[in-house]
């Protein structure tokens, strides 16, 4: 067998099984059977992304019940977001199940948020050399966007890539911290700054490159209006900036040959 270039697949693990839930749900199931149908689809869509991918290694990562450092400095984070449904947070071991039963080994923190463990994991790989393909449909990881490290939105069948920021936001990837920071994420409460839009970061980005420049910039007696809101609200930026910079230095307690794919004992049968 060749030597191949380590590669590995990270699953955001409830981005994927809550959309498939809701596609089950809407089939008029019993609460019970839509679970049973979702576990099915699960072990299904798996399959098809290990094939797509070939991996090297593999593995789903999952959110615990994490009261995380981003609620602690600010308690607003993600107020107001759907919860999990009942029955589909009931299952959610059965489902776990599932991703072993394809060879994935799934982690779960009581401590860190998924994005920032899916983060850590993937920056440790473009560190080495090696590659991460990240399969969600979550655009906050597209600021991690570099040759070694892709994002794939599975539902809509399209890559998340530089081309598809640009076209998005009108930025580079390692921009997207800095545009979050302006505007906010609505789906997560992260205020950004009143009356900057998309629009208004986008060209602000363009012209200063970074939010570090652009409060230089704000500071300066001829500051054009937007500069001015900036200035007024410099500490709101500097917190929502905080807030959607995914970690990279989780500590994850494995190392790569735990997650290899397929597991060694497959691998040598």
Not at 29 to 47: C, D, G, H, M
Not at 55 to 79: C, L, M, N, Q
Not at 192 to 207: E, F, N, R, S, W
Request: glycine fraction near 6%; aromatic fraction near 6%; proline fraction near 6%.
């Amino acid at each position: 067998m060749p030597n191949l270039r380590p590669h590995l697949l990270i699953i955001d693990a409830l981005n994927l099984i809550r959309r498939l839930h809701a596609v089950q749900s809407q089939q008029g199931l019993t609460p019970a059977q839509a679970l049973i149908a979702t576990r099915a689809n699960l072990i299904n869509t798996s399959k098809k992304l290990l094939a797509n991918s070939e991996p090297t290694h593999a593995i789903a990562v999952f959110d615990g019940e994490v009261h995380s450092w981003r609620k602690e400095i600010y308690p607003a984070y993600k107020e107001g977001r759907t919860p999990m449904p009942q029955e589909l947070r009931e299952g959610l071991a059965e489902l776990q199940d599932a991703f072993w039963e394809c060879g994935v080994d799934a982690l779960l923190s009581q401590t860190d948020e998924a994005d920032d463990l899916i983060a850590t994991l993937a920056d440790g790989m473009a560190r080495r050399g090696a590659r991460a393909t990240i399969i969600s449909t979550d655009k906050g990881f597209c600021q991690l966007i570099c040759p070694q490290i892709r994002v794939r939105d599975y539902f809509n069948k399209r890559w998340l890539d530089a081309a598809f920021v640009q076209q998005q936001y009108g930025v580079v990837p390692s921009q997207l911290v800095d545009f979050w920071a302006l505007t906010g994420i609505g789906g997560s409460n992260i205020k950004g700054v009143p009356g900057i839009g998309p629009k208004t970061a986008t060209q602000l980005l363009q012209q200063y490159g970074t939010l570090a420049a652009l409060l230089d910039a704000c500071e300066q007696e001829s500051a054009a209006k937007p500069l001015l809101k900036l200035r007024q609200h410099r500490d709101d930026a500097l917190l929502a900036q905080r807030l959607v910079r995914l970690q990279l230095d989780i500590p994850l307690g494995f190392n790569l040959r735990e997650i290899r794919y397929p597991p060694a004992q497959e691998a040598g049968a």
